[in-house]
């Protein structure tokens, strides 16, 4: 075999790997559910419970999409266990390596927050679990507070979700 001929072989083949692993690579670069984490959490507003709509929306849920591709979360919901308060996002899109912070109280809704529109608040300072299911009411990541005796049982990403790096079994209450 000529060298040339080697080296038309060698393109070819080159040519044809490529082309095979390129739907691979693509199909990795879409946006999906797992691209979306509950970030941080803020489930005990600073200072005193008084109740002001300043004080509910100092109580609030970080959802961070990690990917660099907007994410559409219209129709995906935020819910809280412990008295069944959910919110579904409507006509609402994460744009990539973008966070949007979900308060509790009354507001205008922007590409960085929006507002459950509550008078009263949501997340149990003691302990709740935040849930972030998708479209088709799938999964996509929780984050839980409190657990047995006061501790954090660290679900989801082995932090306490107000973004600090904690312990797991530490206590995580104020």
Not at 57 to 64: A, G, M, S
Not at 87 to 109: A, E
Not at 131 to 141: G, I, Q, W
């Amino acid at each position: 075999m000529t060298a040339r001929r080697l080296a038309a072989v060698a393109i070819a083949a080159g040519a044809l790997v490529g082309s095979v692993a390129l739907p691979a690579s693509a199909a990795d670069a879409r946006p999906g559910r797992g691209d979306v984490q509950i970030s941080r959490v803020q489930y005990d507003s600073p200072g005193f419970d008084n109740g002001s709509n300043r004080s509910l929306n100092n109580e609030w849920v970080e959802l961070t999409n990690n990917s660099r591709h907007r994410v559409n979360l219209s129709g995906w919901t935020l819910s809280e266990s412990r008295r069944g308060v959910t919110y579904t996002f409507r006509h609402f899109s994460l744009g990539g390596h973008s966070t949007v912070r979900v308060h509790t109280g009354v507001g205008r809704d922007t590409f960085r927050d929006v507002y459950l529109d509550r008078r009263n608040y949501v997340w149990d300072n003691n302990r709740d679990t935040a849930t972030l299911r998708d479209d088709h009411r799938r999964l996509v990541d929780d984050a839980s507070w409190g657990g047995r005796g006061g501790r954090g049982d660290d679900r989801g990403h082995g932090r306490d979700h107000r973004g600090d790096d904690r312990g797991h079994g530490r206590d995580h209450r104020r």
